[in-house]
């Protein structure tokens, strides 16, 4: 559909920074078109004051300024000659995206035990008997208790823990449930207040 008079932004020219909106973006390419320099300055510091009071958040930080003028720069494509306050020859790197991260892409056998736990299923299989192993024991296996619980929507067998830290540390680690004493499971407020409406 073609209407005369009708404008659609998806058609008009694409914004520098559309956090300004396309009066700004017209109030600049305006002021690079002004011939004499001297209202080229003023124009530009109007439309300083505008963008102040446009982003009012961060003004109390030190380069709040520097900002607005590389700003304008990067809007006008460095193409408004006046005499900036401030360098804004840097400012082309507020436009540069950063490097995308790195995902990790670690493979765990059960994801409900997550990355962490399989890196002290790891170190158990190394570690020597003593204390320090005895007390990392029975911190892995009563968390991967309350992780079978949170997951398992509220299924957490003592079998299965003890099935599970056996598997996963090639049999290294052997629970005696006739001895072995887990943390009581504190049910969360949330999954209270669920069981009382039920």
């Known amino acids: 559909m073609n209407i005369e008079g009708l ?33 080229r300055q003023r124009c530009a510091e ?13 003004q109390n930080s030190t380069d709040y300024q520097q900002k607005l003028w590389d700003h304008l720069a990067l809007m006008s494509n460095f ?3 006046i005499d ?19 995902y990790p892409m670690n493979r765990i056998p059960v994801r409900h035990y997550g990355h962490m736990m399989f890196e002290i299923f790891n170190k158990l299989k190394d570690m020597p008997e003593g204390e ?13 208790k309350r992780d079978l619980y949170q997951w398992g929507h509220g299924s ?8 599970d830290i056996a598997n996963f540390t090639d049999g290294k680690v052997q629970l005696d449930l006739d001895n072995f004493r887990f ?16």
Do not use: F, H, W
């Open 79 to 81: 193409k408004l000659d």
């Open 7 to 39: 404008d659609y932004n998806t058609k008009r020219e694409k914004l520098i920074l559309p956090e300004y909106g396309r009066e700004i973006q017209n109030m600049i390419d305006y002021a690079v078109s002004l011939p004499n320099r001297a209202e």
């Open 84 to 102: 900036y306050p401030y360098d804004v020859s840097q400012a082309k790197k507020i436009m540069t995206r950063p490097e995308p991260m790195e």
């Open 183 to 198: 943390s009581k499971l504190e049910m969360p407020e949330s999954e209270r207040k669920r069981n009382k409406r039920r």
């Open 156 to 163: 957490c067998d003592d079998e299965k823990v003890a099935s």
């Open 46 to 58: 109007a439309i300083i004051a505008i963008m102040g009071r446009m982003m009012p958040q961060g």
């Open 132 to 144: 320090e192993r005895d007390e990392l024991i029975r911190l892995a296996a009563n968390q991967m």
